[in-house]
């Protein structure tokens, strides 16, 4: 009776659930409007002094953005996102599987579930693929760069290049979530120095390298200049 009683009390000072583990990487859809919908990411790893956090929104082209204010007591995990005054804040399901809860920003509250996030095989693949074929002296196609952000996080955006029958080339810009085809109209291109204007309020200069494949040059934005490097896709 004595040993039964031990151990009855030895399971009595076990916990009854496990704690969820919230490292890795958690995405769900943040329901604007009943009709519209953008990825959110999580990347949430631990250390000694605590949790950390970055956040991704692929649908708008920003990647790595740094999150503060990250808190996890073992049910409630919550984020808050500085760059776009935003905060996140949810609950553990009952298995752990899932973390339900509520993006707040502008004075609004949606709806965001996360679930453990796999990276597509497709980005992958587009990352790894062969670069077009590039005809000596054309510079058309689509150029990809990143533009780093103060603070953290990084924003991608895509220039596409085509040149007409006189040698004159124009311009498209696709950012996701910034811009959307955005014809940019004629650009200026003088032997291997390119400058691209985008609606005259930021603009890229750079210089085609010798194989024809990258531009190594700066883009500027309302006085404030930052190296970058378009490659070619």
Do not use: C
């Not at 009855?8 to 943040?30: E, H, R």
């Not at 953008?38 to 790893?45: I, K």
């Amino acid at each position: 009776m004595a040993r039964l009683l031990a151990l009855l009390g030895f399971l009595l000072t076990l916990p009854a659930t496990a704690q969820p583990n919230l490292t890795g990487d958690w995405s769900g859809q943040i329901e604007v409007t009943p009709a519209q919908s953008l990825t959110a990411v999580f990347h949430v790893s631990q250390s000694e002094d605590g949790y950390s956090a970055t956040f991704d929104s692929p649908d708008q082209g920003a990647f790595g953005l740094p999150l503060s204010d990250v808190a996890f007591d073992g049910e409630t995990f919550s984020a808050s996102l500085a760059a776009a005054s935003a905060v996140f804040s949810g609950q553990f399901n009952e298995d752990g599987s899932a973390i339900e809860g509520v993006w707040t920003q502008g004075g609004r509250e949606m709806p965001l579930t996360l679930t453990p996030h796999a990276a597509e095989a497709a980005s992958v693949e587009t990352d790894n693929s062969k670069p077009s074929e590039v005809k000596p002296g054309d510079y058309s196609g689509n150029w990809f760069g990143v533009m780093e952000m103060d603070g953290g996080g990084e924003i991608h955006l895509t220039f596409h290049l085509v040149r007409n029958e006189e040698g004159v080339y124009s311009a498209v810009l696709n950012a996701p979530g910034q811009a959307e085809n955005m014809d940019l109209g004629e650009i200026e291109v003088y032997g291997k120095n390119v400058a691209i204007s985008i609606m005259n309020q930021a603009s890229f200069t750079g210089i085609v390298s010798e194989d024809e494949r990258s531009m190594e040059g700066t883009f500027e934005q309302g006085g404030n200049k930052m190296d970058m490097t378009l490659t070619r896709r």
